[in-house]
């Protein structure tokens, strides 16, 4: 017997346009900030406004207020939670993005360690931790710099904790598959080493 799929009415087009008010947003900021430490700011009012209005297309419920009632009643890890936070939250990030940063990294705190390791001044162990890791960029270049730039580095005990707020970012991190735009700063050379090229992802 055939089943017609369920179709989601169409929001009305007022609710496809508004924003939230002053006191909506506040609201929200302070759910958001209770639930997971992440301020909300005035001036992202526009950004809520849109990203509130994709929840609601996507869950068929009709106002903001309603929406905010739904997620106050959810637990933390309930998977609506993981969708509003995915939307709300920014997930730019590529390989070797900000480059003072990895030029420090490599450059002065490697070789550093490895000065002060080689004076038994401290132990051959590093545990770095990649908060709001998104899709893992930050991490595998992390390891990427490591296997590069520390000497014997299989002689250490290296440890890289990778962390987010968003389930589906870090299942998709787990897979350690980065698509071309993400690779863009990797030069040959570390490509070649360390990453391996399997149809449109490395």
Not at 21 to 32: E, K, P, S, W
């Amino acid at each position: 017997m055939y089943h017609p799929p369920f179709i989601q009415p169409a929001m009305p087009t007022a609710i496809l346009t508004q924003q939230v008010t002053d006191a909506q947003l506040n609201r929200y900021a302070d759910l958001i900030y209770d639930r997971t430490g992440i301020r909300i700011s005035a001036q992202k009012k526009t950004l809520l406004s849109n990203r509130l209005r994709r929840r609601l297309k996507a869950t068929g419920i009709d106002c903001f207020d309603r929406y905010f009632e739904h997620l106050r009643k959810l637990q933390a890890d309930h998977a609506e939670w993981d969708a509003f936070l995915q939307e709300i939250t920014t997930h730019e990030t590529f390989l070797f993005r900000d480059a003072n940063q990895w030029d420090w990294f490599c450059n002065i705190f490697l070789t550093d360690i490895q000065a002060a390791a080689r004076r038994g001044e401290r132990g051959k162990s590093l545990r770095i931790w990649s908060a709001a890791c998104s899709t893992g960029d930050e991490a595998y270049t992390i390891a990427t710099c490591i296997a590069d730039r520390l000497t014997n580095h299989r002689e250490w005990k290296i440890e890289i904790v990778g962390t987010d707020i968003g389930v589906g970012a870090l299942e998709h991190a787990r897979k350690a598959e980065f698509a071309v735009r993400a690779m863009r700063l990797v030069s040959d050379s570390l490509r070649t080493r360390f990453f391996t090229r399997t149809g449109d992802v490395w």
